[in-house]
């Protein structure tokens, strides 16, 4: 788990992107993640908590700072945080300060109501198979549809 090796590393160590898209509510990570390879890969001897923080700082800041700005824009004053990310600490801290901040009240989940959405796709495709509802290699994903 990330935050697990990013306790014991320096968020400052390494300067990863925090790709903003200043006119756009949307984010992406695939830039991070490609800064993530490649300072690996230049930097072999670099430790991994040290990766871990620095990875987790700039995607923490992105989250925070696009969801604040989505609640501002749209007159928002209720914001939820939820599936597995929303068990990270630091980013459960970091959303409490923004809100107070920003006078906008926060709901957080307990952390054990925190769990990734890949167990709800499991359990869902469990429960499929037993049905004898399976797909051939064929089938193409698609998020939108119910399950």
Do not use: W
């Amino acid at each position: 788990m990330i935050e697990d090796s990013a306790s014991f590393g320096d968020p400052k160590r390494i300067s990863l992107p925090k790709i903003i898209l200043p006119e756009s509510l949307d984010f992406s990570f695939s830039g991070l993640k490609t800064s993530v390879l490649h300072h690996i890969k230049e930097n072999p001897e670099e430790r991994k908590e040290d990766i871990a923080a620095g990875f987790q700082s700039a995607t923490v800041s992105v989250l925070v700072n696009k969801t604040f700005k989505a609640a501002k824009q749209e007159g928002i004053k209720r914001v939820a945080l939820s599936g597995g990310v929303s068990a990270n600490t630091v980013l459960r801290d970091k959303m409490k300060e923004m809100a107070s901040s920003e006078n906008i009240e926060l709901f957080l989940p307990s952390l054990r109501l925190c769990t990734d959405n890949a167990a709800m796709i499991a359990s869902a495709g469990f429960h499929h198979y037993n049905k004898g509802n399976v797909a051939n290699f064929s089938l193409n994903p698609k998020g939108y549809l119910p399950l």
